[in-house]
């Protein structure tokens, strides 16, 4: 699932360029919502600010909701947000969305253009989802809830319903245990230094 950047309707910009603008020329006097320290909207708002150049403080709350209510009320600037939690608020004009952090553009919301577009390729960001099970779990049980898995991801109605949530269905080549260790161990060296480098531990 693709992150959003969105800021609050009246954000002095139009575009993500325009964004990107007004934040290095008021450095550290926006605000950014996020779940807490470490969450998805935390470390995608340090990837933002890392591949822009641009600093802004990080308000934490205890969840999505809030964060989004306030940003709708105009308390805070931006949240780099799941699709899935700002979708509606967009189709309802409450908040204003500048890019889809992602090479394409959501089916859910076309008339968003992706980072590249908006004139900032390599800015992309997503939240993924997976099913995993203990490292001893037999080979047999794996391939058992693999097929599972895939069979309901084929189902034209679960692939609607994550349509509409502004999420992407990898192809069934990749819905594989191997492809997934494989990327899962990818995004462990992409995020691990970037995490690292902003001081983000467990608490």
């Known amino acids: 699932m693709p992150l959003l950047i969105v800021a609050k309707k009246t954000a002095p910009a139009n575009d993500l360029q325009g964004l990107v603008a ?7 006097k926006a605000s950014a919502g996020t779940n807490g320290t470490g969450s998805i909207q935390h470390v995608g708002g340090i990837y933002f600010q890392n ?4 600093w802004f403080a990080f308000i934490p709350y205890r969840g999505g909701a809030p964060a989004l209510q306030d940003l709708m009320a105009g308390q805070i600037d931006l949240i780099v947000s799941p699709a899935a939690d700002c979708i509606e608020q967009i189709r309802a004009g409450t908040i204003k969305a500048f890019a889809v952090m992602a090479k394409n553009r959501l089916a859910a919301t076309p008339n968003i253009p992706n980072v590249s577009e908006a004139s900032f390729p390599g800015l992309e960001f997503s939240q993924w989802y ?3 099970a203990p490292k001893n779990t037999p080979q047999e049980v794996i391939t058992k809830l693999n097929t ?9 109605r679960v ?18 245990p191997q492809v997934l260790g ?6 462990i060296e992409k995020w691990w230094p970037i995490i690292k480098a902003a001081g983000i531990k467990a608490e």
């Open 159 to 176: 692939r609607q319903r994550l349509a509409d949530l502004g999420q992407d269905v990898p192809p069934p080549d990749q819905q594989t």
């Open 182 to 187: 494989a990327f899962h161990k990818a995004e």
């Open 130 to 132: 997976a099913i995993f």
């Open 51 to 54: 591949k822009t150049c641009v």
């Open 22 to 28: 007004w934040l290095k020329d008021n450095p550290n």
């Open 148 to 156: 599972a898995v895939a069979v309901a991801l084929a189902d034209s």
